[in-house]
């Protein structure tokens, strides 16, 4: 199997920063995304930013010049460094690898439990 596990959530003031990191571990050939999702209350999960394995990026809109995702390739890491911080940016916020076991497996969705990041005065 395959585990992903977040960490790095808490409490912060707005303006303030979190930097989030997710490892993943277990039976793994290769990765292709990596990324972070949220879900806030009422709320369905979004995405808010990922990488894929030749290095590119993508970001949803609301976290664009804030938030910066990188990977860790030889450790199958990804962080999510998130600044500027707004309360609308509360969420629980979920790691997921798109991951293959073994050669000529087909790639799989794994998520991670997820860790809660809330931005309050």
């Known amino acids: 199997q395959v585990q992903l596990v977040e960490s790095g959530g808490g409490l912060v003031q707005p303006g303030g920063s979190l930097r989030l990191s997710c490892a993943a571990s277990g039976r793994i050939f290769s990765i292709n995304n990596m990324g972070w999702y949220r879900q806030a209350p009422g709320k369905q999960r979004e995405l808010v930013a990922r990488?894929?394995?030749?290095?590119?990026?993508d970001y949803a809109d609301s976290v664009k010049g804030r938030f910066t995702i990188s990977r860790d390739n030889a450790k199958n890491t990804v962080f999510l460094q998130m600044n500027s911080l707004k309360p609308e940016d509360t969420a629980v916020y979920y790691c997921?690898?798109?991951?293959?076991?073994?050669?000529?497996?087909?790639?799989?969705?794994?998520w991670g439990k997820g860790t809660l990041v809330t931005v309050s005065s």
């Open positions: 997921n690898g798109v991951v293959q076991q073994a050669v000529m497996r087909p790639y799989m969705d794994y």
């Open positions: 990488v894929i394995s030749g290095g590119s990026t």
